[in-house]
C-alpha cells in the first residue's frame, strides 16, 4: 500500500513538474509576444509584467512539485508542498489567458495525486490554520500585484512571495519569518497607501504573524527550557 500511495505521489509530482515547466515557457510568451497575440494571452494590459509572474510562480510550483518527490516527508511539509502548486495554478489561471489551459490543470492535478492521507492534511490543516490563513494572505497580494501598474505589481509579486514564505518558515527561523512579514506588506501598503486592501493586508499579516511565530514549536520548546 506504501509503494501504491508513493508511486501515485510520484506520478503526481511528475506531472506538476511538466505543469510548471509549460507556466514558464507561457510567461515567457506572455512576456515577450503576448501583446501580439491577444486572443491566447487574454489582452492584457500589462503582458510583460504579468508573464514575469508567471514565471516567478511557475518555478515556485515547480520546486515545490520537486519537493513533493522525496520518499519521506511530513504532513505539514506535504501540506506545504501542495499549496505551493495549487495557489500558483490558481492564480495564474489570471494572467496568460489560455496559454494556462495546459499547465493549470496538469499543476492541480499534479497536486491532487500528492495528497496522500487526506485525513491527515486535514488535521495538519486545522492545526496550522493562521498559517494556512497568512498564506493566503501573500496569494491574495500576488492576485492584486496581476492587475496592477509595473511598480506596485512588482512591489506585490515580492510582498505576496514573501508572506508565502513567512508562512512556510515561520516554524524554523522565526526571525527571518517576520522580516518576510514586514517585506510583504510594508511596500505595498507604502506604494498603494490610497487603497484600502493592501493597509488591510499589512494590519491582518502582522495580526497574524505574532500567533503563528508564538505557536511555533520553537518557541514552545524555548518557552519551556527558560
Known amino acids: 500500500m506504501t509503494t501504491l500511495v508513493h508511486r501515485r505521489r510520484r506520478t503526481g509530482s511528475t506531472l506538476a513538474v511538466a505543469g510548471g515547466v509549460l507556466g514558464m515557457i507561457a510567461g515567457v510568451a506572455q512576456s515577450t509576444v503576448g501583446s501580439s497575440i491577444p486572443a491566447w494571452t487574454g489582452a492584457k494590459a500589462s503582458p510583460g509584467a504579468l508573464g514575469l509572474l508567471t514565471v516567478a510562480l511557475s518555478a515556485l510550483a515547480t520546486a515545490s512539485a520537486v519537493t513533493l518527490r522525496r520518499p519521506q516527508i511530513r504532513a505539514g511539509g506535504l501540506l506545504a508542498a501542495v499549496a505551493g502548486v495549487a495557489v500558483p495554478a490558481l492564480v495564474c489561471f489570471t494572467t496568460v489567458g489560455r496559454l494556462w489551459l495546459i499547465p493549470g490543470p496538469l499543476l492541480l492535478i499534479g497536486a491532487a495525486l500528492s495528497v496522500e492521507n487526506g485525513k491527515e492534511v486535514i488535521a495538519t490543516a486545522r492545526q496550522e490554520w493562521l498559517r494556512i490563513l497568512l498564506a493566503a494572505l501573500g496569494a491574495t497580494e500576488l492576485l492584486m500585484a496581476a492587475g496592477a501598474a509595473p511598480v ?30 514586514v517585506v510583504g506588506t510594508v511596500p505595498f501598503a507604502a506604494v498603494a497607501w490610497a487603497a484600502i486592501i493592501p493597509v488591510l493586508v499589512l494590519v491582518l499579516a502582522a495580526g497574524l504573524a505574532v500567533p503563528v511565530v508564538r505557536a511555533s514549536p520553537a518557541a514552545r520548546e524555548h518557552a519551556r527550557t527558560r
Open 152 to 181: 506596485p505589481m512588482t512591489i506585490g509579486i515580492v510582498g505576496g512571495t514573501a508572506l508565502v514564505g513567512a508562512a512556510s518558515l515561520a516554524t524554523r527561523a522565526r526571525l527571518v519569518a517576520a522580516g518576510l512579514v
